[in-house]
């Protein structure tokens, strides 16, 4: 892995379509791009000025073995296009190991969150209401209490520097119609039961996680973006794991709870983040990786 940190990314002979938060996406041609996983650092939907070095290296090949993983059970956009047929030779060897190509598809504007155990954001919800996006839960749990059963629980997807925003069932079948949300929290559910049963064998929890959707021209439900990554997931080490605290965390969780303790209003712009906290935020991703794929 390379330790020079990437913040963002130049690349002379393709057109640059968009700067996400942690991603940035170029055109190959009319039905493909090219998204490159760089090092920014997003908390709170905003973006850090400290990158992570190795830290889109890490999150490509997770997510790339977790698109293998789930290949049999859902349609994903990688296309197994060669990086250096479509860049220079300085290019390829700087990006190989933190590009994708993929088809270019009509993306579906709803994060689809399966949540197993109570915490975050959905915890908070619970806490107010009893609920979690509409969904009425047991009375009485604790903190990072699994649930029954995991719970399809979307949000927004929001632009950069905004907040996602936590939405019903019914407020996702309104924006893309019954039949692809329906399919979507079928899916979601699937691709979190095979996750988590994985890790669970390996010593890791994943307490919730996020996957997107697009649609190909033949209005079919393909898999996108990333999936299962310590940037897109909750991995807790179920050794340490305990009801009625938020766990220690493989993922950046760790950078979050740092800011909490900040006086910051969660909008831009960020706070510095100390070195030690980078550091740390790096070694738990380069664990979880290390754990999951071995």
């Known amino acids: 892995m390379n330790n ?5 990314t130049h ?10 938060k942690v991603r940035d996406i170029y055109a190959i041609d009319d039905d493909h791009m090219l998204i490159v996983a760089t090092d920014r650092l997003s908390a709170f939907d905003v973006v850090f000025n400290e990158p992570i070095p190795g830290k889109g290296e890490l999150l490509t090949e997770v997510s790339n073995f977790w698109f293998a993983k789930t290949a049999s059970l859902m349609t994903n956009h990688l296309t197994g296009l060669d990086l250096r047929d479509y860049v220079g030779a300085e290019d390829f060897q700087r990006l190989k190991t933190r590009s994708i190509i993929v088809r270019r598809l009509h993306t579906l504007p709803v994060e689809a969150i399966v949540r197993g155990y109570v915490i975050g954001s959905g915890w908070k919800d619970y806490q107010a209401s009893g609920q979690i996006c509409g969904i009425d839960l047991p009375k009485g749990l604790q903190q990072a209490a699994q649930l029954p059963e995991p719970i399809f629980t979307p949000s927004t997807k929001a632009e950069v520097g905004d907040h996602d925003i936590n939405v019903t069932f019914d407020d996702v079948v309104a924006r893309i119609g019954a039949e692809k ?33 697009g649609i190909d021209r033949n209005d079919e439900l393909v898999l996108i973006d990333e999936i299962l990554t310590p940037d897109s997931s909750r991995y807790w080490p179920a050794e340490e794991y305990r009801v009625g605290i938020s766990p220690p965390s493989f993922d950046k969780q760790f950078v979050r709870d740092y800011l909490e303790t900040l006086d ?25 990786r290390d754990i999951l794929l071995g």
């Open 4 to 8: 020079d940190a990437i913040f963002e």
């Open 264 to 288: 910051w209003g969660k909008t831009p712009p960020p706070p510095p983040i100390p070195p030690e906290i980078i550091e740390r935020t790096r070694q738990k991703y380069q664990q979880v």
């Open 181 to 213: 949300a329906s399919r979507i929290r079928e899916k979601s559910i699937q691709l979190y039961r095979l996750a988590a049963d994985y890790a669970r064998a390996r010593g890791i929890i994943i307490a919730d996680t996020k996957f997107e959707f």
């Open 11 to 20: 690349i002379d002979n393709l057109e640059l379509i968009a700067r996400g």
